[in-house]
């Protein structure tokens, strides 16, 4: 199983701040089958990035993803307010399918 | 656009059984995949199973493997998580999730499941 390690933990900024969130697996994620996910309480997560760095569907492009093999990281240029959220990485290259614990950006 | 709407929570004591409906629209059902994911009270996205397009191969996580089962009807398009021999460490929210391929690309809002005596 690979195992997906989420830092940091929480991470406190202002609106219109950079965020950088990162994503660390135990081993290669195979095609960099990397995707990220903003949830928010009592809502559906929404996919942001697959395939590490393509954006979903009408994502804003305030947001991007990069990395491979172990290393991913997601970038959100500028925070809007709608933006404080958590966000999971999870790889879907292998089989079991695995999450990381989330990064949770939080209003300074 | 994607809808999923999920169904079938509620309370069930430890050892019990639950069946988690999930009512799908907007896309192909029959040439999509569908995975259900879980999130414990306090904790992170889980996943749970994952059902192929072809309605045939399924795979589960080791927590769930041997008790849940994930199946389709896509005559009502409608997917299906049938849970038995619960734990208390089964509670959380299930969604239902759109699948392309391995990626889960559209969520339901989720149903709550808890189990406890």
């Known amino acids: 199983e690979i195992v997906l390690t989420q830092s940091p933990g929480t991470l406190s900024l202002s609106p219109g701040e950079r965020a950088t969130l990162s994503c660390r697996a135990s081993q290669s994620v195979t095609n960099n089958f990397l995707a990220w996910y903003q949830h928010k309480p009592g809502q559906a997560p929404r996919l942001l990035i697959y395939?590490?760095?393509s954006r979903a569907t009408g994502i804003p492009d305030r947001f991007s993803g990069s990395g491979s093999g172990t290393d991913f990281t997601l970038t959100i240029s500028r925070l809007e307010p709608e933006d404080f959220a958590v966000y999971y990485c999870?790889?879907?290259?292998?089989?079991?399918?695995?999450f990381g614990g989330g990064t949770k950006v939080e209003i300074k | 656009q994607v809808q999923l709407v999920e169904s079938g929570g509620g309370v069930v004591q430890p050892g019990g059984s639950l069946r988690l409906s999930c009512a799908a629209s907007g896309f192909t059902f029959s040439n999509s995949g569908m995975h259900w994911v879980r999130q414990a009270p306090g904790k992170g996205l889980e996943w749970v199973a994952l059902?192929?397009?072809?309605?045939?191969?399924?795979f589960y996580s080791d927590s769930v493997k041997g008790r849940f089962t994930i199946s389709r009807d896509i005559s009502k398009n409608m997917l299906y998580l049938q849970m038995n021999t619960l734990r208390p460490d089964d509670t959380g929210v299930y969604y239902c999730?759109?699948?392309?391929?391995?990626?889960?690309?559209?969520w339901g809002q989720g149903t709550l499941v808890t189990v406890s005596s």
């Open positions: 059902l192929r397009y072809d309605g045939i191969n399924t």
């Open positions: 999870q790889q879907n290259a292998h089989s079991p399918l695995t």
């Open positions: 395939s590490a760095s």
């Open positions: 999730a759109k699948g392309s391929g391995w990626l889960a690309d559209g």
